[in-house]
């Protein structure tokens, strides 16, 4: 027995133990969100987005014409060399102590490398009680402004739906953006079909894999011109075809400033009948000293029968003397250093909190009318282009391996649309078959490893001791 203890039970403890490599051990039940009405939901709790836009960069290089058009400077954090902040143990557990200091709930993440592991950064964002925003697009594959037809198309969908299987399995991504203001202008309008299209793509390819219903919607640009027609655009036409919530950047709130000085007054009275949740994926005016005072009027009763909350931008000191005004630390090798912003925003934090209850929300509402053509909103139609059939296999096999931030990108392989969707074509029609397959991580048994084994051997052993005992 004692030639047992000594020599074969640490053997057993080694193969019983969790690999630090490549598994990471459950963690206890996360309330996932989701959309009743025109607000979000963790169980019967009303859920404020609480958060800060996060993507840090390590240098600024020069971006072609057409990405500097859609502001991919501004969106991946100033930076054309990404860094996917999530997939880095080191740096995501370095930044989430500082968002536990800011008590938010919710990062954005811009652009993730979906060939890489998230579940260290994952995990250890939801024992903070955070959750992701994620946006599905890199600068390789995305809709192109100037060539949307041409940029939509199989291995475009290919790697979105690969971001979507890497992140569905996790309880704490709170919603995908199909797009990022790629909308940025009234010639960019022309686009919208487009945009529309992937979001319904998204949201028929999580139905028919069996993953829960995550949120899929879109993060417009801060354009007075035509942002309530995109709104209604992007909320109109058949169930299946319109997005989950909307979200719009917004910088007009430059202190000081008020609820009417602002605009933020008339923005609430224009969606008070929006029957989707909308909500701030950017905002923080850099024109003069951040004192966030519109969080007090964000998170009031003002604003949350219509509003659920908001992201600000952003976490890192990014970019030139214009974009480095908006970060709240600036980091050095792995040292995240508080800028004066941060306390001024922890402290307004602290001192909010949303409305008792529900908020005011509206419990049922209906779809949005299609706005018509006009100078401002180029786009007359809700037809929307059918899905290229190279990408229909994947509701049924998945979309296998991400290209990550290494591919060779989607936009020049050509457009593969051919013609209109019918209207209710992207309605999910046969989940119970992808289950059959393989419909997901998150669907998987548990990975049992090789604990059957080892409780075998211990049984063997322990009979063969017992036996030379007697």
């Known amino acids: 027995m004692h030639w047992f203890l000594t020599n074969i039970l640490p053997i057993l403890a080694t193969l019983t133990a969790p690999s630090l490599a490549g598994t990471v051990a459950p963690r206890a ?48 954090g100033g930076s054309s060399n990404l860094v996917d902040p999530i997939a880095d143990p080191v740096v995501c557990k370095r930044d989430i102590e500082k968002f536990k200091k800011l ?44 060539k949307p037809a041409q940029s939509y198309n199989g291995p475009y969908l290919q790697n979105v739906f690969a971001t979507v299987d890497a992140f569905a399995k996790y ?28 979001g319904r793509d998204i949201k028929q390819y999580i139905g028919t894999r069996g993953y829960r219903k995550i ?6 640009a801060d354009i007075d011109e035509n942002r309530l027609e995109t709104a209604h655009y992007m909320n109109c036409g058949t169930d299946d075809s319109r997005v989950d919530f909307f979200a719009f950047n ?7 400033s008020s609820f009417t000085t602002s605009t933020w ?3 609430v009275k224009a969606f008070s009948d929006y029957s989707i949740p909308i909500f701030l994926s950017e905002y923080g005016c850099v024109k003069t000293a951040r004192t ?18 908001g992201l600000v931008y952003e976490y890192t000191k990014e970019g030139d003397a214009t974009q480095n005004k908006y970060g709240l630390v600036e980091i050095s090798g792995n040292t995240a250093t508080e800028r004066p912003d941060f306390a001024t925003l922890q402290k307004a934090f602290t001192n909010v909190s949303p409305p008792s209850g529900d908020g005011g929300y509206k419990s049922s509402g209906s779809a949005s009318q299609c706005p018509p053509k006009s100078k401002t909103f180029l786009e007359g139609s809700n037809d929307l282009p059918a899905m290229p059939e190279s990408a229909k296999k994947y509701f049924k ?49 548990p990975d049992m490893g090789m604990a059957p084994l080892v409780c075998g051997m211990v049984m063997v052993l322990f009979s063969l001791v017992g036996a030379s005992l007697l």
């Not at 949120?215 to 417009?220: N, T």
């Open 215 to 220: 949120p899929v919607g879109y993060s417009a």
């Open 265 to 267: 007054a008339d923005k």
């Open 103 to 146: 008590k938010i709930n919710t990062i954005r993440v811009y652009s993730v490398d979906n060939s890489k592991n998230h579940d260290e950064c994952m995990n250890a964002l939801k024992d903070a009680g955070i959750y992701l925003a994620l946006d599905v697009n890199t600068p390789k594959y995305s809709i192109r402004q100037d």
């Open 171 to 198: 309880d704490n991504t709170l919603l995908f953006f199909s797009g990022n203001e790629v909308i940025n202008n009234v010639d960019t309008t022309v686009t919208a079909r487009w945009v529309k299209a992937v």
């Open 292 to 309: 966030w005072d519109e969080i007090t009027t964000l998170y009031s009763s003002q604003m949350t029968p219509v509003y659920s909350g």
């Open 397 to 445: 096999s998945g979309a296998g391996t991400g290209a990550g931030f290494e591919g060779t990108g989607s936009q020049e392989v050509g457009a593969e649309s051919t013609g209109t969707a019918t209207a209710g074509s992207g309605a999910v029609t046969n989940a119970s078959a992808a289950k059959k397959g393989d419909a997901g991580a998150s669907l998987r048994a």
């Open 29 to 76: 039940s996360f309330q996932p969100v989701t959309v009743k009405g025109n607000a979000f939901f963790a169980g019967n709790d009303r859920f404020y987005v609480r958060g800060v836009d996060y993507q840090p960069g390590t240098s600024i290089c020069p971006l072609l014409p057409w990405m500097q058009n859609a502001n991919y400077g501004l969106l991946l």
């Open 250 to 256: 917004d910088y007009s709130w430059c202190n000081p």
